[in-house]
């Protein structure tokens, strides 16, 4: 261990006893207090469950899964399809559309969610159970960087993604519309977890259809939130960006 790391070790594990030494004290304290208020809630230490990190001066979140989930509900909210199939992307998403948009969602290992506007099922996406050119809306979003590399049961293959992004060409409809979200920065495999493409390599692998909006979320929030048409400079300079492709059938 280098000096520097063992200071920051050092420095966590200061900020953590002083986080545990202040949950007692308020514990106490708010105990105290209860005791003086009739028909209070009982306070009791066996009944204790520590949250001592959420002191923070905004609220945290995760900026690729906020924004590129507004994105795609705000583009079906302006298109307002008559029905939209999702493939694995966030059950925030889905289960939040389906209020105004009826929503059939897939996934390798299948969600037993129950709403209404919502129908789920299984499904694999190296061979979706859909005849060709028939869904006119669809979205597989944070899900093609993943497949073939094991992370949820899924078989090893190191061509999944491209096999996946053919199967997702396949099923949509002449004219129809796929929201496609990928990790966009340095191309790399970070095994097991997900795969990261440039921008021209996703436009590559979703072939032939064309590019009708993008939209990134680049790693440094200096640079903004959802940006539309970024700059080469900018797209060079992510790690683990995020994009958000709207892609078309011709």
């Known amino acids: 261990m280098t000096a520097r790391s063992a200071a920051r070790a050092v420095r966590r594990g200061t900020r ?29 230490w066996s009944d204790r469950y520590p949250c001592l990190h959420d002191q923070t001066s905004q ?20 298109s307002r399809p008559s029905a939209h199939v999702d493939i694995g992307s966030d059950l925030r998403f889905v289960t939040i559309v389906s209020a105004f948009v009826p929503v059939r969602f897939f996934d390798y290992r299948p969600a037993p969610l129950s709403l209404s506007g919502l129908s789920t099922g299984k499904a694999d996406l190296l061979s979706l159970p859909f005849p060709g050119g028939s869904i006119q809306s669809l979205s597989c979003m944070h899900v093609v960087e993943h497949i073939g590399l094991g992370r949820y049961g899924d078989p090893l293959d190191v061509a999944g993604d491209a096999k996946a992004a053919k199967e997702l060409i396949r099923v949509l409809a002449s004219g129809g519309q796929l929201l496609f979200v990928i990790p966009v920065g340095r191309s790399r495999v970070a095994f097991n977890a997900h795969r990261v493409y440039s921008f021209q390599q996703v436009l590559a692998m979703l072939s032939p259809l064309r590019l009708d909006e993008f939209l990134l979320i680049p790693d440094d929030p200096r640079d903004g939130d959802l940006v539309a048409r970024p700059s080469e400079r ?11 492709f709207r892609m078309v059938k011709p």
């Open 59 to 78: 609220t945290e979140f995760d900026r690729h899964y906020v924004y590129h989930t507004a994105w795609a509900a705000r583009v079906l909210a302006a």
């Open 16 to 44: 953590a006893l002083i986080a545990r030494m202040r949950f007692v004290e308020q514990f106490r304290r708010f105990r105290m207090e209860s005791a003086d208020i009739q028909q209070a809630l009982p306070v009791r």
């Open 234 to 244: 900018l797209l060079e300079r992510q790690e683990y960006g995020c994009g958000c």
